[in-house]
């Protein structure tokens, strides 16, 4: 693994651990050459999946790209990052059994609605913000009593 401060190709692995589900490997590397330490993962890939978008385009599908929204949509909220590792895998675990290999965006985004609306109701509505594309503040209130109606 390139150590991504110096470029060296030659870093050693100082710790290993499993995530708590197994199904990916977080790895604590030095570099020798400028003395970084830095943390890799590596995960289960079962499968290439393709993302079709709104426009009919089709781009790879990106796991960093998903903990992203997930992780914004849980910033500042008391929620660990090994949590949103799991969610994501789950996520991407039910992706995988779909036996499906292209998606629509728009399913990948129910998806993630679903499983914010069980962890944590304050990101559920910041993702469904942008998700929904929310435009006027009404948009928040209809969507916030909307979910207190349904409890």
Do not use: H
Request: charged share 35%; proline share 3%.
């Amino acid at each position: 693994m390139k150590c991504p401060f110096c470029g060296c190709s030659d870093t050693q692995v100082k710790d290993s651990r499993p995530n708590e589900d197994g199904t990916s490997i977080r790895r604590r590397r030095l570099c020798p050459e400028c003395g970084a330490r830095f943390t890799t993962f590596e995960y289960i890939q079962s499968r290439d999946l393709v993302v079709i978008k709104k426009n009919d385009v089709r781009v790879p599908f990106e796991r960093e790209k998903l903990y992203r929204s997930i992780y914004l949509a849980l910033r500042k909220r008391d929620v660990d990052s090994e949590k949103i590792d799991l969610l994501v895998g789950s996520l991407i675990k039910q992706l995988e059994a779909k036996g499906e290999t292209e998606i629509p965006s728009s399913e990948i985004g129910e998806m993630v609605l679903d499983a914010l609306l069980k962890l944590d109701k304050v990101a559920y509505i910041r993702y469904a913000s942008v998700y929904k594309n929310f435009r006027t503040t009404e948009d928040f209130k209809d969507f916030a009593s909307k979910l207190t109606e349904e409890k």
